[in-house]
């Protein structure tokens, strides 16, 4: 498909710019090489489910938010459409003692990154209580449980606010309605009606958020809070998944239509190599 082209030349020269190192001198070694190190382009026939290589499902309900699906690891919530994309779908269905299903899937245990940029050509879904989100966690959160482990939102949506996404920084002291956030808003139509590329750009001290390699957010050590760590320098993994209710966004209603399909065409991360 043509629109799997590698990452806008611009956006991985500024990259690499970052990685780079002080001033110039003869012996400056100059931008260090930033690289493809992980992707995954969803190919596969219509109903496969993602590759269990890449992908882990997180299997259940309430994952601290009163949420209100229930996630599995079924393809009726979450598999490849056959025309290169992967399908998570949120459904209005009985289930498990729910009265919705979707998915939740994951990289930790097969991919962990500290820095670079991580992107994902996504299309949302819409409608009252959907909470789609592509989002990075800190591989610790098994020992040091959630917010020390640091969390990083690349993409978080409301599904009644069809032309707005949030960035945020969730860590000791910056956590829940406490988060470092900020907000894109899109002129036109919403992210429901058509694909969008969603980016950070992380290195030792800050991290840029990205909405079609449009700049909107920087943040950095310096916006903590007084005395707050700067968890942002491990590795950490990559999670897809559309939440239904929650604190974030509330209960669907009425106007609410399901099924709603979360499209993924591909997931990247580009940084400078081990």
């Known amino acids: 498909m043509t629109h799997r082209l590698a990452a806008?030349?611009?956006?991985?020269?500024?990259?690499?710019?970052?990685?780079?190192?002080?001033?110039?001198?003869?012996?400056?070694?100059?931008?260090?090489?930033?690289?493809?190190?992980?992707?995954?382009?969803?190919?596969?026939?219509?109903?496969?489910?993602?590759?269990?290589?890449?992908?882990?499902?997180?299997?259940?309900?309430?994952?601290?938010?009163?949420?209100?699906?229930?996630?599995?690891?079924?393809?009726?919530?979450?598999?490849?459409?056959?025309?290169?994309?992967?399908?998570?779908?949120?459904?209005?269905?009985?289930?498990?003692?729910?009265?919705?299903?979707?998915?939740?899937?994951?990289?930790?245990?097969?991919?962990?990154?500290?820095?670079?940029?991580?992107?994902?050509?996504?299309?949302?879904?819409?409608?009252?209580?959907?909470?789609?989100?592509?989002?990075?966690?800190?591989?610790?959160?098994?020992?040091?449980?959630?917010?020390?482990?640091?969390?990083?939102?690349?993409?978080?949506?409301?599904?009644?606010?069809?032309?707005?996404v949030h960035g945020s920084l969730h860590g000791p002291g910056y956590s829940g309605g406490a988060a470092i956030t900020g907000r894109f808003t899109l002129p036109g139509d919403g992210f429901d009606a058509g694909f969008h590329v969603f980016a950070i750009e992380w290195d030792e001290t800050r991290i840029t958020w990205l909405v079609d390699d449009l700049v909107y957010q920087r943040r950095g050590i310096a916006d903590l809070p007084s005395g707050a760590p700067w968890v942002f320098n491990r590795p950490f993994f990559i999670l897809l998944n559309v939440a239904v209710g929650g604190n974030y966004v509330g209960a669907p209603d009425a106007s609410t239509q399901f099924p709603q399909t979360m499209l993924v065409d591909w997931v990247r991360v580009h940084g400078v190599p081990d």
């Not at 109903?47 to 949420?67: E, S, Y």
């Not at 025309?83 to 299903?101: P, S, W």
């Not at 899937?105 to 996504?122: D, N, S, V």
């Not at 989002?135 to 959630?146: H, Q």
């Open 8 to 164: 806008s030349a611009v956006a991985i020269g500024a990259l690499a710019l970052a990685f780079a190192g002080g001033g110039c001198s003869s012996s400056d070694p100059g931008p260090e090489e930033i690289t493809l190190l992980w992707q995954d382009d969803f190919d596969g026939p219509a109903g496969q489910l993602p590759d269990p290589a890449r992908w882990r499902f997180d299997v259940g309900t309430d994952w601290g938010n009163d949420q209100l699906e229930y996630d599995t690891a079924r393809p009726e919530n979450v598999s490849l459409d056959g025309d290169g994309n992967l399908a998570i779908t949120a459904r209005e269905e009985a289930y498990e003692g729910c009265a919705y299903t979707s998915g939740r899937i994951k990289t930790q245990g097969l991919f962990g990154r500290a820095r670079g940029r991580f992107e994902a050509r996504i299309r949302l879904p819409v409608g009252q209580g959907l909470w789609p989100a592509f989002w990075l966690l800190g591989d610790n959160v098994a020992t040091v449980g959630w917010p020390a482990c640091g969390e990083i939102d690349i993409m978080e949506y409301r599904g009644q606010e069809p032309n707005v």
